[in-house]
């Protein structure tokens, strides 16, 4: 299995989670393959953290230009895919953890299957002013029933898509086959945002294979950090519209030639907006502006107090246990 699965992760800036997640991987002796493609306008501090950890964790570091759009940022994960030689990818954010043993559950089962996916655990950290994560309460919870449907490894192609709401392909395994159509389809329509790339992530898997589910988990996302990629979602340039989800229809028709397919693509499942409340807006923009003060404040520490390993001890045993203690 070591030879069979590897894991990307994508980083722009952030280099404080880029060195907590290799921290992470180190102290569980994560014995996959580990790809970091580097997108960030300044990348002396992470070539500088990788460096700590070539020798404890199998790692490749690959420098890529500035993420300056969402194409640079796709280009960056096609060209890093195909250096990979296993079969099985997983994209992992670096604020994120993956669950090892999942992966050797994974193993045992020894099933063919193109995607897979597991329970998601999502945690908050309250530290508002610190880097050590060990300040304040940190909370770990799930939404499993939202997580998965078992239709989704129905052998009916159309019956898989209706519950395509189900599927999460960001914490799911895929096959390198897979995540590669994912990213050729996206990159040759011109996606935009994040939004239009989800429309292909979440279509695409379901249409060429079931999606197999380990009622474990494999993710363990924080959810509060300071500048989350998730967070940006409901800003404007994320957003696209029904235009492009015409387009978008048509491009699909044009590859698969299948009309029913065709037909069911509707914002219901393909959004192209945020769907808010203003009650809703107004907490995310709250939230955003204690974001906006929490990294400011953040500048203050040296790098010394940014990059200890003492900083996240704590949270790495919390999430290890969480892991193999979870209860739904």
């Not at 063919?112 to 309250?126: A, H």
């Not at 799930?142 to 129905?154: A, E, G, I, M």
């Not at 895929?174 to 429309?199: A, G, P, Q, T």
């Amino acid at each position: 299995m070591k030879k069979n699965i590897s894991i990307i992760i994508p980083i722009k800036n952030r280099s404080e989670f880029t060195f907590r997640i290799l921290c992470y991987l180190s102290t569980i002796n994560f014995p996959y393959k580990i790809f970091v493609c580097d997108g960030s306008f300044n990348k002396s501090n992470n070539k500088k953290i990788i460096n700590k950890f070539k020798k404890k964790i199998p790692i490749t570091y690959l420098s890529f230009p500035y993420d300056k759009n969402y194409l640079f940022f796709l280009n960056k994960l096609k060209k890093t895919l195909r250096k990979v030689k296993t079969k099985y990818v997983i994209l992992l954010p670096n604020d994120d953890f993956i669950n090892l043993d999942f992966l050797k559950i994974l193993h045992k089962k020894k099933s063919n299957y193109e995607s897979v996916s597991g329970i998601n655990i999502d945690f908050k950290i309250n530290n508002y002013i610190r880097y050590i994560n060990d300040y304040g309460k940190t909370k770990f919870y799930s939404k499993v029933k939202n997580q998965y449907d078992p239709s989704l490894n129905n052998k009916n192609m159309l019956k898989r898509i209706k519950f395509i709401s189900k599927f999460n392909p960001y914490e799911s395994i895929h096959s390198k086959k897979v995540l590669l159509d994912v990213l050729n389809y996206s990159i040759e329509f011109s996606v935009n945002n994040h939004k239009e790339f989800m429309w292909f992530f979440k279509l695409i898997p379901l249409f060429l294979t079931r999606v197999i589910f380990i009622n474990k988990p494999l993710i363990a996302r924080q959810v509060n950090t300071y500048s989350s990629e998730g967070f940006g979602l409901y800003s404007r340039d994320n957003f696209s519209s029904k235009s492009r989800l015409i387009e978008f229809k048509n491009f699909i028709y044009k590859k698969t030639k299948n009309e029913t397919l065709h037909n069911i693509i509707t914002e219901k499942d393909f959004p192209t907006k945020p769907n808010v409340t203003f009650k809703e807006k107004i907490i995310i923009n709250l939230i955003y502006i204690k974001k906006f003060f929490k990294k400011r404040i953040n500048f203050f520490y040296t790098k010394k107090q940014k990059y200890s390993f003492n900083n996240y001890e704590k949270l790495f045993k919390l999430t290890i246990y969480n892991f193999k203690y979870f209860k739904k």
